[in-house]
């Protein structure tokens, strides 16, 4: 099984950026499916992105197309998720989970612990 660890998460002002990471504690991830999601306080889990590791096609939510970007790292163990003009809705708890294919749908033995990314001025 997959294991997954997020990182990257804290403080940004709106219009700002943050890069989270999602690292794989095995090793390479070539050959799948990475998506990121987030939680909101009192709200449902939702996808952001997805994204093939090894030929890095991605789909975005239409919340974040434009302003987010997922991307791999050379050793494809990492995934990152590059955050700009973030606005205070982006508040929320972000995860990272192996998808099946480029698609929002998770594999839910694979989320990661989350890590929290607060936009407040």
């Known amino acids: 099984q997959v294991r997954l660890v997020e990182s990257g998460g804290g403080l940004a002002q709106p219009g700002g950026s943050l890069r989270l990471s999602c690292t794989s504690a095995?090793?390479?991830?070539?050959?799948?499916?990475v998506g990121w999601f987030r939680q909101a306080p009192g709200k449902e889990r939702e996808a952001v992105s997805s994204?093939?590791?090894?030929?890095?096609?991605?789909i975005y939510a239409d919340s974040v197309r434009g302003r987010f970007t997922t991307s791999t790292d050379n050793g494809l163990s990492t995934v990152f998720l590059q955050m700009n003009s973030l606005k205070v809705e982006d508040t929320a708890k972000y995860y990272c989970a192996i998808t099946y294919g480029l698609s929002f749908e998770a594999d839910s033995g694979t989320w990661g612990q989350g890590t929290q990314v607060t936009v407040s001025a």
């Open positions: 994204i093939i590791v090894n030929d890095n096609k991605a």
């Open positions: 095995g090793g390479s991830l070539y050959g799948y499916a």
